[in-house]
């Protein structure tokens, strides 16, 4: 997800969509070739990522936990394909905290 930070809102203006290397529906990992290309070629702020969880609610995971360890400050946004509902999180250095975001 990329877009801008203002004041304390990220506003997502556009989404990159990318292969999932594990071609599963219960764990994720964003192909690093794809990644890097679009870290380089935004020509906003990667503000963060996406992911579904296809038959779980939108609520942080321990599998969330543990890939997202590296990525302090970036926001993730988990869609729950079971109710529709979305949540977004930022990574803290020790922890997540639910984050609000703009879809622009
Ligand atoms: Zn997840």
């Keep these: ?4 930070v203002e004041g304390e809102l990220r506003a997502v203006a556009k989404v990159h969509h990318t ?8 764990s994720y990992q964003i192909d690093p070739i794809e990644q890097v290309r679009v870290f380089e070629e935004a ?3 990667v503000l963060g ?3 579904s969880h296809p038959f ?7 599998a969330d936990d543990e890939t997202s360890k590296l990525w302090i400050g970036y926001v993730f946004l988990i869609i729950s394909l079971k109710t529709g509902a979305t949540n977004a ?3 803290k250095q020790d922890g997540v905290e639910k984050e ?3 879809i622009l």
Excluded: C, P, Q, T
């Design 1 to 4: 997800m990329v877009g801008k």
């Design 43 to 45: 020509e906003l702020d």
């Design 89 to 91: 999180y930022i990574r």
């Design 56 to 62: 779980w609610d939108s609520l942080w995971s321990k």
């Design 49 to 51: 990522f996406y992911h």
């Design 19 to 26: 292969k999932n290397m594990h071609e599963s529906s219960s």
């Design 100 to 102: 609000d975001i703009a």
